[in-house]
């Protein structure tokens, strides 16, 4: 079975630009939860959706915005990209069955490297 | 808010050794706890998930606790092989939102042959 997948791999932008990150979830998982890792750091939460409602929203600012599809799959888009927007964005999703959301656990990409320079 | 801790930073052992790395929390009204993997530049492999109700769970030569009273979790590895050398994360959900993880900064462990 696949695993959570993410495109591209590695980006380069310059600052100013747009970028749109993209994430499948695992077959059957309706919830995705994007996050940004700052190297030496923990990943910090950025969105969540589920059934392609925004469920939260961390401490970033509106230059992020995120969607998701239909088919459960979800994009990612920062814009006016600054210096410290550069990270390793990684995608998770979960089953998140209702009335069992004690028992979710949360399966990642491989990631998006974004470079901004 | 949630403040997640993870002691040591780093930890450099030679093969064959016992291994208890740690983790704290501050706000003990959590879900459940995850303990991930990651591979430099990579993305995160889940390796045990502890339920808000429960005391321990294993997967071969790991073992992870919870006491949730008092904030805190280990993860133990046993017997440890220069294939384990990655940096270890700890996370807590929380009870109030549908899916946020709260992740430490992760402990950096290095086996050497």
């Known amino acids: 079975d696949a695993g959570v997948t993410q495109s591209p791999t590695h980006l380069i932008k310059t600052r100013g630009q747009h970028v749109t990150l993209r994430c499948s979830p695992i077959?059957?998982?309706?919830?995705v939860s994007w996050y940004q890792q700052v190297l030496g750091q923990g990943p910090q939460f950025i969105f969540q959706y589920y059934e392609k409602e925004e469920r939260g929203r961390g401490n970033f600012p509106d230059r992020f915005s995120a969607r998701q599809f239909p088919n459960y799959s979800s994009e990612l888009n920062v814009n006016a990209l600054l210096l410290g927007d550069s990270a390793l964005y990684l995608c998770?999703?979960?089953?998140?069955?209702?009335?069992?959301?004690?028992?979710?656990?949360?399966?990642f990409g491989p990631g998006t490297r974004l470079t901004v320079l | 808010k949630q403040e997640v801790t993870q002691i040591p930073a780093a930890l450099s052992v030679p093969e064959g050794e016992n291994l208890v790395l740690n983790c704290s929390f501050t706000d003990s009204a959590i879900y459940n706890l995850q303990w991930f993997r990651q591979d430099p530049g990579k993305g995160l492999t889940s390796l045990l998930l502890?339920?808000?109700?429960?005391r321990e769970q294993t997967s071969g030569r790991l073992n992870a606790s919870l006491d949730k009273s008092s904030g805190r979790s280990t993860l133990y590895i046993a017997a440890s092989q220069p294939g384990d050398s990655a940096t270890y994360l700890c996370?807590?959900?929380?009870?109030?939102?549908?899916?946020?993880?709260?992740f430490g900064r992760g402990t950096q462990l290095t086996v050497w042959p």
């Open positions: 077959s059957g998982h309706k919830s």
């Open positions: 998770a999703s979960s089953p998140t069955l209702m009335g069992q959301e004690n028992y979710n656990e949360q399966f």
């Open positions: 996370a807590v959900r929380r009870g109030s939102t549908l899916g946020r993880l709260y």
């Open positions: 502890i339920q808000s109700s429960q």
